[in-house]
């Protein structure tokens, strides 16, 4: 997440809404704590005068190719008017300047795939070991993890979210059908999710790239134009309810039907699950889904239509294209595939350790105790007056060297009192050579 | 200067199911915020929640007392409680004493002192009869 300096009214708003306390105000305005940050869009949602933003790219970037495919995540679909289909939504893609549609959708199904047989595998063969597995198609709770639950790491499902899986594929079984070398192609992903964009502009290079991407609010007028003006039809969808409806919450685990499953979404409702989960109390359940936005990617930061209404309008599109049932053709692409390994991780999972208060144990030990000893002084408000989001972070921000005691108004109030007194006292007391009131009085 | 070793307690209510696992969760943020490993912190979490269940399911009141050096890692349940009649049986799997309520609740399978048991290094139950119980949990940390 980036800030938009020139909007911040330096409110208190989102730091107290922010699941890793990623944020303080500091001189008059929000500053993000990037190692803490997992992009979830918390703070867009919050703030009231749109001062938050993902870094993204434009329809601009789309002039650095000659061929340009977009690769639409499946909640794009539930972003237009009622009885607006895939394909019109597809084809308006084409109409603002790409000259391909890649689903991501369709992918989904393979990763839809790629996940039972994981499910299967590793419920088989490990005994019940790190249960339940977690999804890891949320990238915002991934870091969540990374960040303030990193035992659970090993819980994560090592697979690739759908999206990736559509650029894998697109590189494989389309890039070698077109007559361009692959660095004139460019990959964009149309997303409505501030932690996927951060992902891509972060990435190491891979040989299957993403280019760029474009949040859904920036493309929106645009398509809307074109999906109600353009003629209907054109480019026909390749993907089928199944992967349509992985853009809501529970679609994930609808889709790859394990019985023993769970769903969770919202980012706050996520961390309080992953908080049971490390104490060891969830391990009868094999698998969770679990999206940062409520209502899964249709409530994502970067969208525009209502997440309720956009959940329906997936839920019924995926009803009519049917999602029952992964198509043959796709099962058996999976079955060619997953023993390749195609769909795992290519790197490793490391833990974000930015809640550690020193990398050295006994440092660490003296902070947490000088932690304990601000605390007994400071109010236990949580007002957020001195920037940060509690007392207990206010404190962690002063034994780390980032805030002093005195940015508390409280602390302030009764450093001025006690100044105060003292002010009294001095201005009563006389020097000796001063005759006394009352006899200056009497003289009179 | 002597090595810094850090103690800290967190108090337990007996029959408070809406706070209960908070000193747990407590437990885990400090030694997340120290920097312990993931794989300890985790057995630390497991032990010291059914150590709190325990405190919550059986006593009046109690503490966990949080105790951090190098190398070592211990947390210590004390509660005023009925105490444990014969702590050998109660370390059997499947073995429990707990209320109907606490079971339809979800807890009293008998799991409590024998996932402890599984996550420490070294375990010592002192117990007695009607006045109550102190569990010594110690967690080598490498």
């Excluded at chain 1, 009294?424 to 009085?441: A, D, G, N, V, W």
């Excluded at chain 2, 032990?47 to 007392?65: P, Q």
């Excluded at chain 2, 049986?89 to 002192?113: I, K, V, Y």
Aim: aromatic share 6%; charged share 25%; net charge neutral.
């Amino acid at each position: 997440m980036v800030l938009a300096e020139e909007k911040c009214q330096g409110c208190t708003n989102c730091i107290k809404n922010c699941p890793t306390e990623a944020i303080r105000v500091r001189g008059g305005k929000a500053v993000i704590l990037t190692e803490r940050c997992i992009d979830c869009g918390e703070c867009i949602r919050t703030c009231e005068h749109h001062a938050k933003k993902a870094l993204s790219d434009t329809l601009d970037d789309l002039k650095k190719f000659r061929y340009r495919v977009a690769l639409p995540a499946p909640s794009l679909y539930g972003q237009f008017k009622k009885g607006v289909l895939p394909r019109q939504v597809l084809a308006a893609l084409l109409r603002i300047g790409f000259d391909e549609v890649y689903e991501v959708a369709a992918a989904a199904e393979l990763t839809t795939y790629a996940v039972r047989e994981y499910l299967k595998e590793y419920t088989a063969g490990n005994g019940r070991r790190n249960l339940p597995l977690i999804s890891s198609s949320c990238p915002a709770v991934v870091r969540l993890i990374q960040v303030r639950f990193p035992g659970l790491i090993p819980h994560i499902i090592p697979i690739d979210p759908p999206y990736v899986t559509a650029a894998k594929l697109f590189y494989r079984n389309r890039l070698p059908e077109l007559e361009f070398p692959p660095e004139e192609v460019g990959l964009f992903f149309i997303t409505p999710c501030p932690a996927k964009i951060t992902e891509i502009k972060t990435a190491v290079q891979q040989d299957y790239r993403v280019d760029g991407a474009l949040p859904f609010v920036s493309l929106y007028g645009k398509l809307q134009e074109q999906v109600e003006t353009g003629e209907k039809a054109k480019v026909e969808p390749k993907s089928t309810g199944v992967g349509i409806g992985w853009a809501r919450a529970g679609g994930e685990s609808v889709a790859v039907k394990w019985e023993n499953a769970l769903s969770v979404d919202g980012i706050h409702n996520v961390a309080a699950l992953l908080e049971e989960i490390e104490m060891d109390k969830l391990n009868d359940i094999d698998y969770i889904e679990a999206m940062a936005c409520q209502e899964g990617c249709v409530g994502g930061a970067l969208t525009v239509e209502n997440p309720f209404v956009a959940r329906v309008k997936i839920r019924k599109l995926a009803e009519a294209a049917g999602d029952k049932k992964l198509p043959a053709e796709v099962s058996a692409l999976g079955r060619t595939l997953y023993p390749q390994s195609f769909f795992y991780w290519t790197e490793e999972l490391t833990a974000r350790p930015a809640l550690q208060l020193d990398k050295d144990l006994s440092v660490a030990i003296r902070k947490m105790e000088k932690i304990g000893q601000l605390m007994t002084q400071l109010p236990g408000l949580d007002c957020g007056a001195c920037g940060s989001p509690t007392c207990r972070s206010l404190a962690e921000d002063i034994v780390q060297g980032n805030a002093q005691l005195s940015d508390c108004i409280f602390i302030l109030r009764e450093e001025l009192e006690e100044l105060a007194r003292k002010l009294l006292i001095f201005s009563q007391k006389r020097p000796q050579t001063l005759r006394p009131e009352t006899e200056k009085e009497g003289k009179k | 200067m002597s090595a810094p070793r850090m103690s800290l307690d967190f108090p337990v209510t007996g029959g408070d199911f809406i706070a209960a696992g908070e000193a747990a969760s407590k437990i885990k943020k400090t030694l997340r915020q120290l920097g312990i490993d993931a794989a300890v912190i985790r057995r630390v979490s497991i032990a010291s929640y059914e150590a709190e269940m325990n405190i919550v399911l059986h006593a009046r009141r109690g503490r966990l007392v949080l105790q951090v050096e190098e190398g070592e890692i211990r947390v210590i349940a004390e509660d005023e409680g009925p105490g444990i009649d014969d702590i050998e049986q109660a370390m059997q799997e499947g073995f429990s004493t707990a209320s109907d309520l606490a079971r339809e609740m979800g807890f009293g399978a008998g799991m409590g002192l024998p996932n402890m048991k599984k996550c420490t290094d070294e375990i010592i139950i002192e117990s007695e009869k009607n006045l109550g119980t102190r569990v010594v949990m110690r967690f080598l940390n490498k």
